[in-house]
């Protein structure tokens, strides 16, 4: 199995950042695809960003592209979110997550791709 941390969440006013962090632990040399997702009150889960672990390849929301960015590092099995030009939109909880899943079966930003999951940490922004 693999286990999720999730962490770096707070409170932030508009046009600030943020960076998420994911410490994974466990069986994750079989792991695919790493992803953050988001879920604001009575809304449904969205993936923000999420990332191919073979390769390099991104892939965002269009609602955080030019804001965000998603990286790792590889030697600390850490995976982050940078979260710059805050926006009262962008508050929710965030999730990681991680995906065994590969090849064209794979959508990277569904919710329904990815079996492991983090705890959350919670992102607020204040106008």
């Known amino acids: 199995r693999v286990q999720l941390v999730a962490s770096g969440g707070g409170s932030v006013q508009a046009g600030g950042s943020l960076r998420l962090s994911c410490a994974a632990s466990?069986?994750?040399?079989?792991?695919?695809?790493m992803a953050w997702f988001r879920q604001g009150i009575e809304k449904e889960r969205e993936g923000v960003a999420a990332?191919?672990?073979?390769?390099?390849?991104?892939y965002y929301d269009d609602s955080v592209k030019g804001r965000f960015t998603i990286s790792r590092d590889s030697a600390k099995n850490v995976l982050y979110l940078q979260m710059n030009a805050l926006k009262p939109e962008d508050s929710a909880m965030y999730y990681c997550?991680?995906?065994?899943?590969?090849?064209?079966?794979?959508?990277?930003?569904?919710?329904?791709?990815?079996?492991?999951w983090g705890q959350g940490t919670q992102v607020t922004v204040s106008s």
């Open positions: 997550a991680a995906s065994e899943l590969y090849g064209s079966r794979v959508t990277p930003l569904s919710r329904n791709d990815y079996n492991y």
């Open positions: 466990g069986f994750i040399s079989t792991l695919q695809y």
């Open positions: 990332t191919y672990l073979h390769a390099d390849r991104d």
